[in-house]
């Protein structure tokens, strides 16, 4: 089991940065990769980034450049650095870890962060 905890969320005006937070605890050392997604009102969840446990980085086109993904192991949280951000960056943000074990793909999701920023 894994339990991930978001933080970081708020108001920013554009052009602005936010740093979010996913803070995971519990099995910690079978966490595969950690992923960013976001979802806007009416819209379905979108991938926004994704860091390995081997430290590869994956970014959605619509954000390279403005993002990135980065974690510090000692105190198994992995950051979001958002910057330049645009209105239509408004939207909740999720962390998710995927965990491979025998066989088995575990997925978990963080209770989301909302990021809103104004124009």
């Known amino acids: 089991q894994v339990q991930l905890v978001e933080s970081g969320g708020g108001l920013v005006q554009a052009g602005g940065s936010l740093r979010l937070s996913c803070a995971a605890s519990?099995?910690?050392?079978?966490?595969?990769?950690v992923s960013w997604y976001r979802q806007a009102p009416g819209k379905e969840r979108e991938f926004i980034a994704a860091i390995s446990s081997g430290g590869y980085t994956n970014y959605a086109d619509s954000v390279k450049g403005r993002i990135t993904i980065s974690r510090d192991n000692d105190k198994n949280i992995v950051y979001l650095q958002m910057n330049s951000l645009k209105p239509e960056d408004t939207a909740v943000y999720y962390c998710?870890?995927?965990?491979?074990?025998?066989?088995?793909?575990?997925?978990?999701w963080g209770q989301g962060t909302q990021v809103t920023v104004s124009s």
């Open positions: 998710n870890a995927v965990m491979a074990v025998t066989g088995h793909i575990y997925k978990y």
């Open positions: 519990g099995s910690t050392s079978s966490i595969n990769a």
